[in-house]
């Protein structure tokens, strides 16, 4: 069956960085167009980036655009979100998760998280 | 962006209730509307994609509907484990948004 299991979260500083990854099992990963999505404490859900099967296209929400950077090794079924200048607001557990059939940019599935604190 | 607006924020219903959440959006999105439902410290559940398809393994009673700009989500003959928070999200353009969501709890 589908699993994405994400890893990397922890603490980290103001204009600190990490680097979360996605290790993807249940399907062929290279076929699927990929996405994070974050959840900050008690809040609603954020699209953050998404990314095309073959890493041509990739796309941000405003609000990372610039500080965070998601990419993919098809060979090594990995996605991964590079997080860079870190701000408090980025406080979230993060969420990987597979784009639909055909691109349809809905989630059909999602791993458990991994929990993202920003603090001093 | 495209804002997407649910009501109400919370509900409260009894086990085999007829629940409707309504989900509207700032502009025209078609029918690339999709339903997710989540339970406390877990991930968020595919439930409805394309405004009306019921994505696999999700019971019938769950039901999506509408275009444009408004949609519904109804549970109908809600079970003891449908109390969770839903949350619409369109997939119409980027940045791809979400609902606020709807808290539904036992009355």
């Known amino acids: 069956q589908v699993q994405l299991v994400e890893s990397g979260g922890g603490l980290v500083k103001p204009g600190g960085s990490l680097r979360l990854s996605c290790e993807p099992s249940g399907f062929i990963f290279s076929d699927y167009y990929m996405s994070w999505i974050r959840q900050a404490p008690g809040k609603g859900l954020e699209w953050v980036s998404y990314?095309?099967?073959?890493?041509?296209?990739?796309n941000y929400a405003d609000f990372v655009k610039g500080r965070f950077t998601i990419s993919r090794d098809n060979a090594r079924n990995s996605l991964y979100l590079q997080m860079n200048s870190l701000r408090a607001e980025d406080t979230a557990v993060y969420y990987c998760?597979?784009?639909?059939?055909?691109?349809?940019?809905?989630?059909?599935?999602w791993g458990q998280g991994t929990l993202v604190t920003v603090s001093s | 962006d495209i804002q997407m607006t649910q009501s109400p924020s919370s509900l409260s219903a009894s086990e085999g209730d007829r629940v409707t959440i309504t989900c509207r959006a700032s502009?025209?999105?078609?029918?690339?509307l999709n339903w997710y439902q989540q339970k406390p410290g877990k991930a968020p559940n595919l439930l409805i994609y394309?405004?009306?398809r019921l994505q696999s393994g999700v019971p019938s009673r769950f039901s999506g509907s509408g275009s444009a700009t408004d949609f519904t989500l109804t549970i109908t003959g809600l079970q003891p484990e449908d109390f969770a928070t839903y949350y619409c999200q369109q997939s119409y353009s980027t940045p791809l948004t979400f609902g606020g969501g709807t808290k539904v709890e036992i009355k």
């Open positions: 998760a597979r784009i639909g059939p055909n691109n349809a940019y809905y989630f059909d599935y």
């Open positions: 394309a405004a009306s």
């Open positions: 502009q025209s999105i078609s029918d690339y």
């Open positions: 990314i095309s099967d073959s890493s041509t296209y990739t």
